[in-house]
């Protein structure tokens, strides 16, 4: 008898044991995802101007607040439902700006501004944008005449882009002694980038490039190293895609996955 009564209390104090972890446990997580959030690269960098809050109730994350245009909103999203413990996101955040009507030039000029903001190798900040229906004007300064050319090849590539006037002025002064360059910089600065920031800025940038828009893509990213799956119309956008995602911030190497679809045969 006392064997068996020995039994039950034993039981019924694991089981309040297991009832007493289960929220502390939840809780926890909950603050993690909260900080993970607000400590992001994309939330330190790109979104450090607006006023987002984040609350997270057993892995259901809801933003609220107020940001300065739909991209961060979309972005802040992104980065969320990607860290880890994240069951959904529900995104309430309002647009405290008014986004420019779709096709004008001031709208042009927002979608060719935030994707150099991606890239590592050329430079948005240096760079002013200007829009005449659908021309697209470049100046400002590039460190050297590739990253003139690539930031050409970026802007052509943006949805709505008709054509690209690139009048940037490139510079030819000397490197002082171990000065270091564009490129080492940014290596320098990889090691601080969280995996979330890395895969909502791929996720992004194939979404704003007119060659990879449509593309049907997976993104994975671990310590850096990124993982593409889905599909490619053909060998050509699987290796742009590689060729966009690698000029990301943070992203050390890309593994490319994509399988291309086969073209049907025509018959006549």
């Given at each position: 008898?006392k064997?068996?009564?020995?039994?039950?209390?034993?039981?019924?104090?694991?089981a309040?044991?297991v009832?007493?972890?289960v929220?502390?446990f939840?809780?926890e997580?909950?603050?993690?995802?909260e900080?993970?959030?607000?400590?992001?690269?994309?939330?330190k960098t790109?979104l450090?101007?607006?006023?987002?809050?984040?609350?997270?109730?057993?892995?259901?994350?809801?933003?609220?607040?107020?940001?300065s245009?739909?991209?961060?909103k979309s972005?802040?999203?992104?980065t969320?439902?990607?860290?880890?413990?994240?069951?959904?996101v529900?995104?309430?955040?309002?647009?405290?700006?008014?986004?420019p009507?779709?096709?004008t030039?001031?709208?042009l000029?927002?979608?060719?501004?935030?994707?150099?903001?991606?890239?590592r190798?050329?430079?948005?900040t240096?760079?002013?944008?200007?829009?005449?229906?659908?021309?697209?004007?470049?100046?400002?300064e590039?460190?050297?005449?590739?990253?003139?050319?690539?930031t050409t090849?970026?802007a052509k590539?943006i949805?709505?882009?008709k054509?690209?006037?690139?009048?940037?002025?490139?510079?030819?002064?000397?490197?002082?002694?171990?000065?270091?360059?564009?490129?080492?910089?940014?290596?320098?600065?990889i090691?601080?980038?969280?995996?979330?920031s890395?895969?909502?800025?791929?996720?992004?940038?194939?979404?704003?490039?007119?060659?990879?828009?449509a593309?049907?893509?997976?993104?994975?990213?671990e310590?850096?190293?990124?993982?593409?799956g889905g599909?490619a119309?053909n060998a050509?956008?699987?290796?742009?895609?590689?060729?966009?995602?690698?000029?990301?911030?943070?992203?050390?190497?890309?593994?490319?996955?994509m399988?291309v679809?086969?073209?049907?045969?025509?018959?006549?």
């Amino acid at each position: 008898m006392k064997k068996t009564l020995y039994c039950l209390a034993l039981l019924v104090t694991v089981a309040a044991l297991v009832l007493i972890n289960v929220p502390v446990f939840a809780s926890e997580t909950d603050d993690r995802i909260e900080s993970s959030a607000k400590q992001s690269y994309v939330f330190k960098t790109y979104l450090k101007g607006d006023d987002i809050r984040i609350h997270s109730k057993d892995g259901v994350v809801t933003l609220t607040g107020t940001v300065s245009e739909e991209s961060h909103k979309s972005l802040a999203r992104e980065t969320v439902v990607n860290l880890p413990g994240v069951k959904s996101v529900e995104n309430k955040i309002e647009v405290k700006n008014e986004a420019p009507a779709e096709d004008t030039d001031a709208w042009l000029i927002n979608k060719v501004k935030f994707t150099l903001f991606f890239h590592r190798n050329v430079s948005a900040t240096a760079t002013e944008i200007f829009a005449k229906d659908g021309i697209v004007t470049l100046r400002g300064e590039a460190s050297n005449q590739a990253q003139k050319d690539l930031t050409t090849e970026y802007a052509k590539d943006i949805d709505g882009v008709k054509k690209v006037k690139n009048e940037m002025t490139v510079l030819t002064a000397a490197m002082k002694p171990g000065e270091k360059t564009m490129g080492e910089k940014m290596d320098t600065m990889i090691e601080s980038i969280d995996d979330a920031s890395i895969t909502a800025l791929v996720k992004t940038t194939l979404l704003y490039h007119r060659s990879t828009s449509a593309l049907n893509t997976t993104v994975e990213t671990e310590k850096g190293v990124v993982k593409l799956g889905g599909k490619a119309m053909n060998a050509a956008e699987k290796d742009l895609a590689a060729k966009l995602v690698s000029d990301v911030y943070g992203v050390k190497s890309v593994v490319n996955n994509m399988t291309v679809e086969k073209a049907e045969s025509k018959t006549n």
